[in-house]
């Protein structure tokens, strides 16, 4: 009797030397992006948990906030970062100031993003007249300096808030949209959206299936780099007296209240301005890499 022969085992492929790394795992390889993301969260979390980590109000004028000769107080024991010509904690200001910061980085750069992709998704799909007149009006509002017409826009309106992130909204949306415009009648041209027409696709699940989520590691990066645009945008109009009006803190409003005592005090200017430049530098970081790491064409390059 012949022993029957056991099949041969089946063949287990090896595992590939190098895992699947997910975009955070390719984030966290490049120092600048660590870096960029370190001084993010610093921000974040002094925002959230400003009320925790100083015992001053930012608006409270405190009583031993002032030399004898009523000049601002240097940085100190007491008072870390120096106090304002008013003898408010400087540290509490910039503190609740990042809050402001915050706010309007992520409201007006989202409602920018929003009206971006909007008015270039539908020029660059249905084209013709519609994309015509989408696009000239997009090169009518780039031909304005966006500093100007923010301020022309902020003059018409009450400042607030809001207001500032509303004015920055609408002066910030066009580059996006140039951006969109041109990737989508890209993707519009492409074999496989020939394809969904030639099956009876509508037009909304061509857009939300197929020309949306092509778009979506460009408008990724494009709503990374935008905040630190609108940090600086608004920390501009807070400074020329046309932004967020005092007594609510912003790093911008600030270095204006405290600009008279540059020489006499120059924490007062520093210590705001280099909480700006940090953190408009950290998404300008966590962008690059970003652009990096999502876009095929730039991976490899210096």
């Known amino acids: 009797m012949t022993t029957p022969i056991a099949p041969d085992a089946p063949i287990t492929a090896p595992m590939p030397a190098k895992r699947r790394v997910g975009v955070l795992g ?13 001084i993010i969260a610093v921000t974040v979390l002094g925002a ?3 009320p925790w980590l100083t015992a001053y109000d930012p608006n409270e004028q405190l009583f031993d906030g002032l030399t004898l000769e009523g000049a601002p107080l240097p940085p100190n024991a007491a008072f870390w970062l120096g106090t304002d010509l008013l003898g408010r904690d400087l540290l509490t200001r910039i503190l ?4 402001t910061s915050l706010i309007i980085g992520i409201v007006a750069n989202g409602a920018a993003l929003f009206i971006g992709t909007l008015v270039g998704v ?6 013709g007249w519609i994309g015509g007149t989408l696009m000239r009006f997009t090169d009518l509002m780039m031909a304005f300096p966006a500093l100007l017409l923010a301020i022309c826009l902020a003059a018409v309106f009450q400042p607030s808030l809001w207001i500032v992130a509303m004015v920055i909204a609408l002066v910030n949306w066009v580059q ?5 415009f041109t990737e989508t009648s ?3 041209e492409r074999e496989f959206i020939d394809a969904e027409r030639t099956i009876g696709a509508s037009t909304p699940r061509i857009l939300f299936r197929h020309i949306l989520p092509h778009l ?4 990724i990066v494009w709503g990374t780099l935008g905040i630190s645009t609108t940090v600086l945008l608004e920390a501009t109009l807070s400074y020329l007296g046309i932004g967020v009006q005092p007594p609510t803190a912003s790093w911008g409003n600030i270095i204006f209240e405290n600009q008279t005592y540059f020489q006499a005090a120059p924490w007062l200017v520093f210590f705001p ?3 700006i430049l940090a953190l408009a530098l950290a998404f300008n970081l966590v962008g690059d890499a970003l652009r990096d790491i999502l876009d095929p064409t730039q991976r490899g390059r210096a």
């Open 216 to 219: 979506l590691p460009t408008i």
């Open 26 to 38: 390719r984030l966290l390889k490049r120092p600048l992006a660590v870096i960029g993301l370190i």
């Open 273 to 275: 301005g280099a909480a």
């Open 48 to 50: 959230i948990f400003a």
């Open 96 to 99: 609740y100031g990042a809050r």
């Open 122 to 127: 539908t020029a660059g799909y249905f084209r």
């Open 176 to 180: 996006t949209a140039r951006v969109v």
């Open 186 to 188: 890209s993707l519009a």
